[in-house]
């Protein structure tokens, strides 16, 4: 098991060093620690070669993943729980827990400002990742999904409830779906669709209605229209 620290900061090293001595005096953090590069440099791997860019190489490779929002710290303790389930697992199967912390002026943020909701009170949401290549074997994905849902439902004591809510662009379609047959009430889309937008699940469901009111864009995690005959106020 490997544990990584990335950060990212829009400035120079002259003005992040004081900053993170301040506030994580922990971490000793040296110039040498630094580098400084453009953004676009910022998203390309080791060595740095903006021109890869410019290719169309594509590597087909397969991910699941699932996401959780915390309001609290994990407890020190549990963190051997989640270390005991990526150890359990074979070799082939690799498993990644990403942290991605918040605050800031994410958190200045009112909840209904813009459709993203998940602002003032998380302290930072949770990847569960998992991914394989194209190669693998027929059962590679089974292996992946059933230690990811392990670590999921292990993880319920200690991340956001009622709802856990979830994050849209990790979409996962375990946290609810559209009726296959038939129509889907806003009420039942609310099962799901207020775990990504929280009250604003609502006012998407008007614009909705406005541009899409027979929902032609329908898929199993869309936004449904209001059917004055259907639903219910």
Not at 16 to 28: R, V
Not at 128 to 141: K, Q
Not at 176 to 200: I, L, P
Request: proline fraction near 5%; charge should be negative; aromatic fraction near 14%.
């Amino acid at each position: 098991m490997v544990s990584v620290f990335t950060g990212l900061f829009l400035g120079g090293v002259d003005r992040l060093l004081p900053l993170m001595q301040d506030s994580f005096p922990e971490l000793g953090l040296t110039r040498k620690d630094c580098r400084e590069m453009t953004f676009v440099e910022s998203i390309v791997e080791e060595p740095i070669n903006v021109d890869v860019l410019l290719g169309r190489d594509f590597h087909v490779r397969f991910m699941r993943g699932k996401a959780d929002y915390l309001t609290e710290p994990i407890p020190e303790e549990a963190f051997q729980g989640i270390y005991d389930i990526f150890f359990e697992q074979d070799q082939e199967t690799n498993g990644v827990l990403m942290f991605f912390p918040y605050g800031g002026k994410i958190s200045e943020i009112s909840e209904s400002e813009i459709l993203y909701p998940h602002r003032a009170g998380n302290i930072y949401t949770l990847l569960y990742y998992a991914g394989w290549d194209l190669e693998s074997t027929d059962d590679t994905y089974q292996r992946h999904d059933n230690m990811l849902k392990k670590l999921f439902n292990y993880m319920t004591p200690y991340v956001a409830k009622n709802p856990r809510t979830a994050y849209i662009n990790y979409r996962d379609l375990d946290v609810g779906t559209n009726n296959k047959v038939g129509h889907t009430s806003v009420q039942e889309a609310s099962v799901w669709g207020k775990k990504y937008f929280k009250n604003n699940f609502y006012r998407l469901v008007h614009v909705k209605t406005m541009v899409d009111p027979e929902n032609f864009f329908r898929n199993e995690q869309s936004i449904p229209p209001f059917n004055l005959v259907k639903d219910e106020l």
